[in-house]
């Protein structure tokens, strides 16, 4: 398990999920919609070729949105398809109707099988002083380049009826038309007034922009391939790591990501070009039957080569066999000492992203007296599993499993040294016959006078079979040797959310949606406005599992798995 590469995934998963859920969520009817179970085209945009090498992020529609929505309707049961229409026709309400626009019969008659979006640069006019002027591009791709000459057309003529001011403008041999913004030049000169254009090229795509400027760049990047993203080897490299057929597609240049999103993001400031380890990531999204599959590829950083290594799993980890069934958030894998580094080197630039890591993983710290990179991590070289149990009732508890080996005994005894340390009482009791050791703070009785003594238990330990338990609690304890046939490694909720993955993989980091939910709003406040834009996609979301295959010198291979609802 990569920890760099999960959530960097993240990132552009999320960018990807955006467009899958306003584009796949249309009021029409296609034909076989199951085999995009099989995989739309071959995962190249040809829209690539409009989009600059620097872009912060593009992603791509590869199959029309006729067709995702007949397979919205396909997979789901009888009994809430409807629910599903209704999802869809809101939707195109929403996006569509509401602008005086018909998707059949404005757009289908000649609409492709590529919808491209991206965000061309962070700032067109490269100038600090007037704030940040992203640049959007939309490439629509044509099938019937007449009818969608006359869409272009007839929509601004509704625009001029409008009252809307518009230039006409002859660029490299492209009609570009666009509204004239309030102070805005055609020129671009003086500080870029955010507008509408267009632009028909050739037969095959229409262009929108928030800029004319945009269009210009993107004319340039065509007749000037070195330019583009579509040029970049590095680019085609990744595209070579993922699967041949997707239905849709994410490009991501990490550092322009941080340029856009700027310091005071989520996501926080990025790493400096020296030590920054990967410069870009490619993920290609296919479609399975409970969710979306993203095959993402990690690019190396100019000067950091990556470590060359195979998955060392072909099954999840037995240490899982620990880990409670309703278990919402967990980890697994072998060696935590490397991954450790790898997730603290990687999220330390990642403002929130490191604070929700840290905050647990420091009240965890608090509570036995340790520093988690010191004391545990150096002597976890096997397999381990960690989870996070919301109890009913109780706070939340941590189980930590780890396999035993020649350096455990030598790690528990530094950890009753340091509970001793502490003034904690270090002993065994018995949970279903089975010796457990604890660490114990002895309080006086508040409740009767004398010298009756409280035990407040701060963790407990025990092995089993081949593997060092740990917990938080007596409690947690006790339900793992209570119900050892019960475990997050067999639930069936765990099994159906790494189904899809590969099973030569490092391991799996696995998040249930519903569980976590409100805590997440509540460390990053920008998810609840994702929440309001992607309301159909995050209303489905049930879970959320990565896990990483791999890499050679070049590119980190791994997959994410969006787990859906169908009600």
Do not use: C
């Amino acid at each position: 398990m990569k920890a760099r590469s999960f959530y960097l995934a993240l990132g552009s998963v999320a960018l990807t999920l955006l467009l899958l859920a306003i584009a796949g969520f249309y009021w029409l009817v296609g034909q076989s919609p199951l085999r995009l179970l099989q995989g739309g085209r071959v995962a190249s945009p040809e829209a690539a070729m409009f989009v600059p090498k620097q872009a912060p992020a593009m992603v791509s529609l590869l199959v029309k949105p006729e067709q995702l929505r007949a397979f919205r309707l396909a997979v789901s049961s009888l009994g809430d398809r409807r629910k599903a229409r209704e999802e869809l026709e809101a939707l195109e309400r929403t996006l569509l109707t509401s602008r005086g626009l018909s998707y059949d019969a404005d757009i289908k008659p000649w609409l492709g099988s590529e919808i491209t979006l991206a965000v061309t640069s962070p700032d067109i006019d490269r100038t600090p002083a007037n704030g940040q002027q992203p640049g959007y591009l939309l490439a629509l791709e044509t099938e019937n380049p007449q009818q969608a000459k006359e869409f272009v057309q007839l929509f601004w003529q509704k625009r001029a009826i409008a009252g809307s001011n518009l230039v006409f403008e002859q660029y490299s041999g492209v009609k570009v038309i666009y509204e004239q913004g309030t102070g805005a030049t055609s020129a671009d000169t003086g500080t870029p007034t955010p507008t509408l254009a267009s632009a028909v090229v050739g037969d095959r795509f229409v262009l929108f922009a928030n800029y004319p400027k945009v269009l210009r760049d993107a004319i340039n990047n065509v007749q000037a391939p070195d330019l583009s993203l579509k040029s970049s080897q590095k680019y085609q490299d990744a595209l070579a790591a993922l699967p041949e057929s997707q239905i849709g597609l994410t490009f991501v240049n990490l550092p322009q990501l941080g340029a856009w999103l700027g310091s005071q993001s989520p996501l926080g400031r990025l790493s400096s070009d020296k030590n920054r380890q990967f410069e870009s990531l490619v993920a290609g999204i296919e479609l399975a039957r409970q969710g979306l599959l993203a095959e993402t590829a990690l690019l190396a950083a100019p000067g950091q080569p990556l470590t060359a290594h195979k998955p060392a799993l072909t099954e999840p980890v037995g240490a899982l066999q620990f880990i409670p069934p309703a278990t919402p958030f967990s980890a697994s894998g072998t060696d935590l000492s490397q991954l450790w580094g790898q997730l603290t080197e990687g999220l330390q630039d990642y403002g929130v992203l490191s604070a929700l890591l840290g905050q647990p993983i420091a009240a965890l710290e608090d509570q036995w007296g340790v520093t988690f990179e010191e004391d545990l991590v150096p002597w976890v070289n096997r397999e381990f599993a960690l989870g996070l149990v919301s109890p009913p009732g109780r706070e939340p508890e941590w189980v930590f499993v780890a396999e035993k080996s020649p350096e455990t005994a030598a790690g528990i005894e530094k950890l009753n040294a340091i509970a001793q340390r502490r003034g904690l009482t270090v002993g065994p009791i018995t949970l279903e016959d089975r010796r457990v050791y604890t660490w114990t703070q002895l309080l006086p009785s508040s409740k009767r006078r004398g010298a009756e003594l409280q035990a407040n238990v701060q963790g407990a330990h025990t092995m089993l079979d081949k593997y060092e338990i740990f917990t938080t609690s007596v409690e947690a304890m006790d339900e793992i040797l209570k119900h050892p046939q019960k475990s997050l490694r067999t639930a069936q909720s765990f099994q159906e959310a790494i189904a899809p993955l590969a099973p030569y993989n490092d391991g799996y980091l696995y998040l249930d949606w519903e569980s976590v939910r409100k805590p997440l709003e509540q460390r990053i406040p920008a998810l609840k406005l994702a929440e309001l834009v992607g309301k159909p996609f995050f209303d489905h979301l049930r879970s959320l599992t990565i896990t990483s295959y791999g890499s050679d010198t070049k590119v980190q291979r791994g997959a994410v798995f969006v787990q859906l609802k169908n009600t």
